[in-house]
C-alpha cells in the first residue's frame, strides 16, 4: 500500500482564507500616561518659602541678640530691605505655586 502524501494548500483560495484581507497584527495594550506628581513643585515653593522666613527672621532679630558687631550693625542697618525681600520671596513662592495648581 502507498501511503498517501498531505498536501499543503498552496495559495489563500485553496487554505479558505479571505482574498484581499490584511493580516490581523496582535499588540499589546498600550499603557496609559500617569499624571505628573508635583514633587519639583513642592521643592521649589519649600525653598522659597523657607528663603523668605529666613530673611524676615533675619530682619527681626535685634542689633543686640547678634553676638558679631560687624554682621549686628549691616543687619540692622539694613532692615528693611532685608524685610522687603523677605516677603518678595515668600510671595514668589506662592506665585509659583499658583501657577503650578493651575496648570
Given at each position: 500500500?502507498?501511503?498517501?502524501?498531505?498536501?499543503?494548500?498552496?495559495?489563500?483560495?485553496?487554505?479558505?482564507?479571505?482574498?484581499?484581507?490584511?493580516?490581523?497584527?496582535?499588540?499589546?495594550?498600550?499603557?496609559?500616561?500617569?499624571?505628573?506628581?508635583?514633587?519639583?513643585?513642592?521643592?521649589?515653593?519649600a525653598a522659597f518659602l523657607l528663603l523668605g522666613a529666613l530673611m524676615l527672621g533675619a530682619s527681626a532679630v535685634p542689633p543686640r541678640h547678634?553676638?558679631?558687631?560687624?554682621?549686628?550693625?549691616?543687619?540692622?542697618?539694613?532692615?528693611?530691605?532685608?524685610?522687603?525681600?523677605?516677603?518678595?520671596?515668600?510671595?514668589?513662592?506662592?506665585?509659583?505655586?499658583?501657577?503650578?495648581?493651575?496648570?
Amino acid at each position: 500500500m502507498k501511503a498517501k502524501r498531505f498536501e499543503q494548500p498552496q495559495g489563500p483560495e485553496e487554505a479558505g482564507a479571505v482574498v484581499g484581507a490584511a493580516p490581523i497584527a496582535i499588540t499589546e495594550p498600550v499603557p496609559e500616561p500617569t499624571a505628573p506628581t508635583g514633587r519639583g513643585v513642592v521643592v521649589v515653593f519649600a525653598a522659597f518659602l523657607l528663603l523668605g522666613a529666613l530673611m524676615l527672621g533675619a530682619s527681626a532679630v535685634p542689633p543686640r541678640h547678634v553676638p558679631w558687631p560687624v554682621l549686628a550693625e549691616p543687619l540692622f542697618v539694613h532692615r528693611s530691605n532685608l524685610a522687603a525681600l523677605g516677603i518678595g520671596t515668600v510671595a514668589l513662592a506662592f506665585l509659583c505655586l499658583n501657577i503650578a495648581v493651575l496648570l
